[in-house]
């Protein structure tokens, strides 16, 4: 504080407190008297740290601030925007790698079509399972049916209103998932970078589980036991996980071991549509 003045008082070549604020204020050479640089209370802090101008104005005390704030609420002030500017920073990073929803995707529950007594009641599973999740309850969710009936509109509904919440919300969908797994091959430090994110988020939105395995039998086995770790990463968190396919045709997919895990403690809402067998269609 006293060397912002000093290097004020030497550029404007003045040499005491009363020089420069006549130099701010020429008009008052008259009626002012007693100018002093004190300190006064800070708003802020409520101490006596903040500088002022004291003067006497015809015969008054007046003050004319200098700061509006003290030197160390200003400090603190500035670390505290700083602080929030880093941890916001971070989010962004975060976010960029594990949340696959844009910002202009209004998709929520608002804007979610009830065509039918089945999606209203995939709506009422959806807000219950929010609902526990708020009130500090560990479930798991999956959401199979059918390609458009709405799975992956209500994956994201329940993402954004948890994220809303301030809750930690990755939503990826599993193909995504997993090239970042395989871009973390041979570097260790980034697969624990990775492991931890995953395993740190309040709730992980899996969308479209499934389809990240092409059906070769080396990859399959592979992307199984990937399936093993990865539930196990979630263990004592909450997971959404939307497929195409049902209970039993997923067990083809990702393995037996992983849906008997998915499915502890744990909702399901399915929505096939009737009208063809789609199981026989996944199993050529
Ligand atoms: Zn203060």
């Known amino acids: 504080m006293v060397h912002a003045f000093e290097s004020v008082f030497e550029k404007l070549n003045v040499r005491k407190v009363e020089d420069l604020f ?36 015809d015969g008054d005390r007046l003050q004319e601030d200098v700061w509006s704030i003290c030197h160390e609420c200003q ?16 989010q962004d990073i975060v976010d960029g790698d594990w949340y696959y929803i844009n910002s202009d995707d209004k998709a929520g529950f608002k804007n979610f079509e009830e065509l039918n007594p089945e999606l209203t009641a995939a709506k009422g599973k959806a807000t219950d399972y929010i609902k526990d999740l708020l009130e500090g309850k ?28 301030g809750r930690k919300v990755a939503f990826i969908e599993s193909r995504k998932l997993f090239d970042n797994i395989k871009n973390t091959f041979g ?15 309040d709730l992980v939105v899996l969308d479209d589980v499934g389809v990240e395995t092409n059906k070769a039998a080396d990859e399959l086995s592979w992307s199984s036991r990937e399936w093993v ?27 037996a071991r992983s849906v ?25």
């Open 229 to 255: 770790k990865l539930i196990d990463l979630r263990r004592g968190k909450s997971t959404v996980y939307t497929t195409n396919f049902d209970k039993e045709s997923l067990k083809a997919v990702i393995g």
């Open 187 to 201: 570097n260790r430090v980034a697969q624990e970078r990775f492991e931890k994110q995953f395993a740190d988020f």
């Open 75 to 90: 400090k603190q002030f500035y670390t505290l925007q700083v602080g929030a500017k880093l941890i916001q920073k971070r």
């Open 22 to 57: 006549f130099k701010i204020h020429p008009d008052y050479v008259q009626s002012v008297s007693e100018v002093r640089m004190e300190y006064v209370q800070c708003p802020a802090c409520q101490q006596h740290t903040k500088q002022a101008w004291v003067y006497c104005f």
């Open 260 to 284: 008997s895990r998915i499915g502890e403690n744990s909702e399901t809402i399915e929505l096939f549509t009737p009208d063809h067998d789609y199981r026989d269609r996944l199993l050529y």
């Open 138 to 165: 560990i479930r798991n969710l999956r959401i199979s049916g059918t390609p458009g009936t709405g799975k992956t509109h209500l994956a994201k509904a329940i993402a954004r209103t948890l994220k809303h919440k």
